[in-house]
Each structure stands twice: as C-alpha cells, then as structure tokens.
C-alpha cells in the first residue's frame, strides 16, 4: 500500500500562493517562518530578506502598487509589531499585501505562549480581512478567501495569523482540495457594473455640465483605468485631477491634467474646485484631505457626484450629492460615450482657462524661485528644497522614476513635478507616502520601482528625518545588488515640524526637531557604495550624473535649507493650530 506524502503547513501556505501566481514575498527570516520558507524555496518562488519587519511590508507594498498584483509579508510573532506600520501605509493606499505572521502555539492559547499576541484583532482594523488559521487541512482555503478579498472590490491588506504547530506539523499532500473552488488559481476580480437607471439621472447632470471637473482617485489606479481618464479628459475638454497622496495616474505632462486637488501645493485647483459646477470624483474618498466634501472646498453649488467600484468606497462618500456604484472603467465608458451619443457640447473654452492658470501658477512659482536663488550665488547659501528637486529631473528621462518621501521634502518636490510637467518633462512614474504621510518608506518604494523597472533610473529625494526614519532598507539594495539614488535633503532636522512650532510657540522657537550634522554619504560608501557630498546648487546635476553613473546604490547628501512650504504656510496659523490639517 503507498503511503499518502506528507507536507508541513508552512510548505503548503507556500503552495497555495504559488498557485495564485505570487511573484516575490518579502520577509525578515525567523524560526517561525521556516517550514513557509522551504515550501518557497521548493515552488521557486523568490524571496526578498529584508533588514526590518517595518522595510518588509513596506517592500511588498511599493511591488503591489506598481504591479497592482498581491504581494506577501512573512514576518514571526515577534516581527507582526514591527509590520504594523507597513500594515497602515498599505491600507492607507488600499494595497493588496497578504501580511503572513506566525504566531503562538493553537493548543495551548491563552496560556501565555511563547511570544503570544493577539495579532488577529490587533491588525482588524488595519486590514479588510484579519484570520487565524486554525485547521492545517484548511490552509488553501484561508490563502483564497484572503486573497479574494485582497482583490476584490476596493483592494486593500489582508493578514493570516499561522499558530507554530499548524505551520510545522505535517499533513496529507492534497489536504482540502476535495472542496471547492477545485480551482485555486487567481482568477480575474469582479467589477460592479452601473445600474442603468442609477447612471442615466446623473450623466444627464453631467451633460448639462458648463464647468465640469474630474477629480480621479485609488480606485481608478486599482481598476488600471489611467488611459480612459485621460481619454475622457482629452474626449470632453474637463480638467482632470488627482486626490493628494495618491499613486499619480496620468503624467504631468497631459494636456488634460492639471496636478493636484490641493488648494496649498497647487493652487490653481482652488480656482477650478471653486468655479466647478459639477465635480465628479471617481475612486477617490471624501476624507480629510477632501473636507469631507464640505464648503468652502466644494461650494454648495458644485454638484459633487461621486463614483465608486466598491460599497467600501461608497461609504465614505455619503456626502456627495449623487452616489454611483460603478467600476471606474465602466463609468468612464459611459462618460464617453456621452460624446458618441452626440449629447456633449462643451468646448474648450474652460479647460482652455484651466491651463492658463497653471501657466500663470508656473510662472509665479519659478520667478518665486529666482528670487531666492540668485542671492545664493552671491553668498554661498545653501539649495533651496525646489531647486534641488527641479534639478533632478534634469537628470532624469522618460523611463525613468522619481520617488520622494518627507515632509516638506514631499512637498516642494510635488511642486517641482507639477512645474516641470507643464515645462515637458516625462517621467515613467512616480512613487511617495500614501494618505498617512508615514515617512520612510522612501527607500523601500524606489527599491520596488527599480525591482519591477530594472532598466530605468530610480531616484529617491528624501528629507533627512524621512531617511534617518527608513534608511535602514538601504541594506537590501545592496544585498539584493539594486542601484539606486538617493539624494538627502539635509536641512539638520524636522523641519516641516520645526516650521509648525514657530507658528505655534508663543516664542516663536522650535524645539526637538534638531539633528546633528550627519554624513549620510559616508554610510553609504561604508557599505560599498557610492557617497558625495553636495555643498552648492551648481554642484549637484554633475554629482547626481556621477552617481547614476557609479552603478551602486548612491547617497548624494545635499546640503539644503529649510524652506517653508505653500501647504504648512498656508494651513499653520500661530497658536491656533498644531498641524497640517
């Protein structure tokens, strides 16, 4: 009589992803994790060692976004702490990560187990789907409905808690699969369809449209619908923007895009939001960063119509005035088709003005600049934060990626995109923090664009807190042999923070933001890498070219000042705020 083969659970969690087509996991090795890890090895499915937990998710993360396919984190019990801010940046971003962590023996729970934690109720609300397995025989069940569920609807981070005896013990070879679904491959997600007589009330709002705007969110970037945005944008004359803090979905350099529907780092959106008559926001949230929907953002008499692929989505939204459940690309057919059917009329007279502002905007902006900049030359002062981030782009092609993480880092550089756009500058795409401005993911996101992109150039530009709060990741590219570049905006300190404690002090002080003066340069070339210092504005495209040039990992530690920035000006009043909100 043959003997049925065994597996341990943690071989066949390996094989049931590999069966969905999971193309890297990212983890930080422990004990916990090995039995998955050799299941892994045996599928040949590869597997990213990362310094941190934390670099990790953050690592599956920036492949997700970018591949906009799932992507694993394996971490033990005592890792599952460190993953939980990976956990809420990719829930921020709606990204689909399967986090995995091993946890305490399941026979003896609650009994103080070695390293037990409550890790299912803790990542609930950090997640759409949080599961202990408890059955090894139901181990494929538990990795579809989690991946189901990550890819479903509003896509977003899922987390399976596997107790030690379940991931080492050993069960039958074909444990589970005489239930259905037989099938356990991925299999393409289900889209919401609109229901005609919920789309026609409101595309005959649209139409009758004057000052129409399109305001394009996470969901259009999770149902790859960028092309028909951009197609509808061009098709009807409509500005079209994108949700702050977002995965940017067309390339500044559109016709149609506008920049950012941010009222402090692009100012031209408040004109356009303002004098909309009708503003349709598609796979985009009413969060804080939209007031919620509420004057003075959106006046009372813009018709706010917001369309959603989800009823997740949906439920953020109840302010609108009209509610669409609809997948993105499915609506935005239906918008189009408006002009097909011959009932569009408007022509290009206020997308016309839209542009004009902006030119108006870049303008301003770059005179601004100037102004600063030529009393740097005669004095010796040290870059401003836009110039910097305007001169790296005069490195970059249109294959290549900008990331950037910080503070107001993050701010002058999307100020710098936006500019450089109207100019005609190209780039493949780029990459930031997601809705929680969680700073340090820098590192990990243009380790993920150069993975998935390895013939492009990748830049970072990170603030030096941004750095100091991620930098560690930078292990991995050079274990894993990835060059890229990253430029420090080293201003000495937390100076987006700093800036709001002077407006808010009754001193006028900051006070433990400060850093020392660190060489981050030195870290890299103590690594193997390739480190320069940057002291002057004419100093830095010819270091930059250097750098890429090096075929290392690259650190250029650029002394810059600090700047305020439009957003923290704008929004920091002194004593009577404490934030950016």
Same mark, same amino acid.
């Given at each position: 009589?043959?003997?049925?083969?065994?597996?341990?659970?943690?071989?066949?969690?390996?094989?049931?992803?590999?069966?969905?087509?999971?193309?890297?996991?990212?983890?930080?090795?422990?004990?916990?994790?090995?039995?998955?890890?050799?299941?892994?090895?045996?599928?040949?499915?590869?597997?990213?060692?990362?310094?941190?937990?934390?670099?990790?998710?953050?690592?599956?993360?920036?492949?997700?976004?970018?591949?906009?396919?799932?992507?694993?984190?394996?971490?033990?019990?005592?890792?599952?702490?460190?993953?939980?801010?990976?956990?809420?940046?990719?829930?921020?971003?709606?990204?689909?990560?399967?986090?995995?962590?091993?946890?305490?023996?399941?026979?003896?729970?609650?009994?103080?187990?070695?390293?037990?934690?409550?890790?299912?109720?803790?990542?609930?609300?950090?997640?759409?789907?949080?599961?202990?397995?408890?059955?090894?025989?139901?181990?494929?069940?538990?990795?579809?409905?989690?991946?189901?569920?990550?890819?479903?609807?509003?896509?977003?981070?899922?987390?399976?808690?596997?107790?030690?005896?379940?991931?080492?013990?050993?069960?039958?070879?074909?444990? +589970?699969?005489? &239930?259905?679904?037989? *099938?356990?491959?991925?299999?393409?997600? @289900?889209?919401?369809?609109?229901?005609? !007589?919920? $789309?026609?009330?409101?595309?005959?709002?649209?139409?009758?449209?004057?000052?129409?705007?399109?305001?394009?969110?996470?969901?259009?970037?999770?149902?790859?619908?960028?092309?028909?945005?951009?197609?509808?944008?061009?098709?009807?004359?409509?500005?079209?923007?994108?949700?702050?803090?977002?995965?940017?979905?067309?390339?500044?350099?559109?016709?149609?895009?506008?920049?950012?529907?941010?009222?402090?780092?692009?100012?031209?959106?408040?004109?356009?939001?303002?004098?909309?008559?009708?503003?349709?926001?598609?796979?985009?949230?009413?969060?804080?960063?939209?007031?919620?929907?509420?004057?003075?953002?959106?006046?009372?008499?813009?018709?706010?119509?917001?369309?959603? +692929?989800?009823? &997740?989505?949906?439920? *953020?939204?109840?302010?609108?005035?009209? @509610?669409?459940?609809?997948?993105?690309? !499915?609506? $935005?057919?239906?918008?189009?088709?408006?002009?097909?059917?011959?009932?569009?009329?408007?022509?290009?007279?206020?997308?016309?003005?839209?542009?004009?502002?902006?030119?108006?905007?870049?303008?301003?902006?770059?005179?601004?600049?100037?102004?600063?900049?030529?009393?740097?030359?005669?004095?010796?002062?040290?870059?401003?934060?836009?110039?910097?981030?305007?001169?790296?782009?005069?490195?970059?092609?249109?294959?290549?990626?900008?990331?950037?993480?910080?503070?107001?880092?993050?701010?002058?550089?999307?100020?710098?995109?936006?500019?450089?756009?109207?100019?005609?500058?190209?780039?493949?795409?780029?990459?930031?923090?997601?809705?929680?401005?969680?700073?340090?993911? +820098?590192?990990?996101?243009?380790?993920?664009?150069?993975?998935?992109?390895?013939?492009?150039?990748?830049?970072?530009?990170?603030?030096?807190?941004?750095?100091?709060?991620?930098?560690?990741?930078?292990?991995?590219?050079?274990?894993?042999?990835?060059?890229?570049?990253?430029?420090?905006?080293?201003?000495?300190?937390?100076?987006?923070?700093?800036?709001?404690?002077?407006?808010?002090?009754?001193?006028?002080?900051?006070?433990?933001?400060?850093?020392?003066?660190?060489?981050?340069?030195?870290?890299?070339?103590?690594?193997?890498?390739?480190?320069?210092?940057?002291?002057?504005?004419?100093?830095?495209?010819?270091?930059?070219?250097?750098?890429?040039?090096?075929?290392?990992?690259?650190?250029?530690?650029?002394?810059?000042?600090?700047?305020?920035?439009?957003?923290?000006?704008?929004?920091?009043?002194?004593?009577?705020?404490?934030?950016?909100?």
């Amino acid at each position: 009589m043959t003997e049925t083969k065994r597996l341990r659970g943690g071989y066949l969690l390996a094989r049931a992803f590999h069966e969905k087509g999971v193309e890297r996991v990212f983890t930080l090795a422990g004990g916990f994790c090995n039995p998955a890890l050799e299941g892994f090895m045996e599928c040949q499915t590869p597997v990213i060692n990362c310094p941190h937990e934390q670099i990790a998710g953050h690592l599956a993360d920036g492949h997700a976004r970018l591949t906009r396919k799932p992507t694993v984190c394996l971490v033990g019990p005592e890792g599952f702490a460190n993953a939980v801010p990976a956990m809420m940046e990719a829930w921020g971003e709606r990204s689909p990560v399967i986090f995995v962590t091993g946890s305490s023996t399941l026979k003896r729970q609650g009994s103080g187990g070695f390293k037990e934690i409550d890790d299912v109720a803790i990542a609930a609300p950090l997640t759409k789907y949080s599961a202990q397995i408890t059955d090894g025989t139901r181990i494929g069940e538990f990795v579809d409905r989690a991946y189901k569920i990550a890819t479903s609807g509003y896509p977003g981070p899922v987390h399976l808690s596997v107790p030690v005896d379940i991931m080492f013990s050993s069960f039958e070879e074909d444990a +589970g699969r005489e &239930e259905r679904p037989f *099938n356990r491959q991925d299999v393409p997600s @289900l889209r919401a369809w609109p229901d005609p !007589a919920a $789309l026609e009330p409101i595309l005959d709002a649209i139409a009758e449209a004057k000052r129409p705007i399109l305001i394009g969110g996470h969901g259009v970037w999770w149902a790859g619908a960028e092309a028909k945005l951009e197609e509808a944008g061009r098709l009807l004359n409509v500005p079209v923007f994108n949700v702050p803090y977002h995965q940017k979905l067309l390339g500044e350099d559109s016709d149609v895009y506008m920049g950012l529907a941010d009222i402090h780092q692009y100012p031209p959106s408040k004109f356009a939001i303002a004098e909309s008559d009708v503003a349709i926001m598609l796979g985009g949230r009413l969060d804080n960063q939209m007031n919620f929907g509420n004057p003075p953002l959106f006046p009372a008499s813009t018709q706010l119509i917001c369309a959603n +692929g989800s009823h &997740e989505e949906l439920e *953020n939204n109840r302010a609108a005035d009209r @509610l669409l459940l609809s997948d993105p690309s !499915a609506f $935005l057919d239906a918008l189009c088709g408006l002009e097909h059917e011959g009932r569009w009329h408007l022509d290009e007279t206020w997308i016309a003005l839209n542009r004009e502002k902006r030119r108006l905007w870049v303008e301003e902006t770059l005179s601004d600049l100037a102004k600063e900049t030529e009393p740097d030359r005669k004095t010796g002062r040290t870059i401003h934060p836009l110039q910097l981030a305007l001169a790296v782009q005069e490195c970059l092609g249109e294959n290549d990626w900008l990331v950037f993480d910080g503070g107001n880092t993050h701010f002058w550089s999307e100020i710098a995109v936006n500019v450089s756009g109207w100019k005609g500058k190209k780039l493949a795409g780029m990459m930031h923090p997601g809705s929680y401005s969680m700073l340090g993911v +820098g590192v990990s996101f243009a380790l993920s664009a150069k993975n998935t992109h390895p013939e492009s150039t990748v830049v970072l530009i990170s603030g030096d807190g941004a750095f100091l709060s991620g930098g560690l990741s930078i292990e991995a590219a050079f274990q894993e042999n990835i060059p890229i570049v990253v430029l420090v905006d080293n201003n000495g300190g937390l100076d987006c923070i700093s800036q709001q404690q002077e407006r808010l002090f009754e001193s006028g002080q900051h006070f433990a933001t400060d850093f020392r003066d660190i060489p981050f340069h030195g870290l890299f070339e103590g690594l193997g890498g390739y480190g320069e210092l940057v002291e002057a504005a004419d100093q830095l495209v010819p270091a930059l070219r250097r750098a890429i040039a090096s075929g290392k990992p690259a650190c250029l530690n650029v002394k810059a000042r600090g700047v305020i920035s439009p957003i923290v000006l704008a929004t920091t009043n002194k004593r009577d705020k404490a934030s950016i909100e």
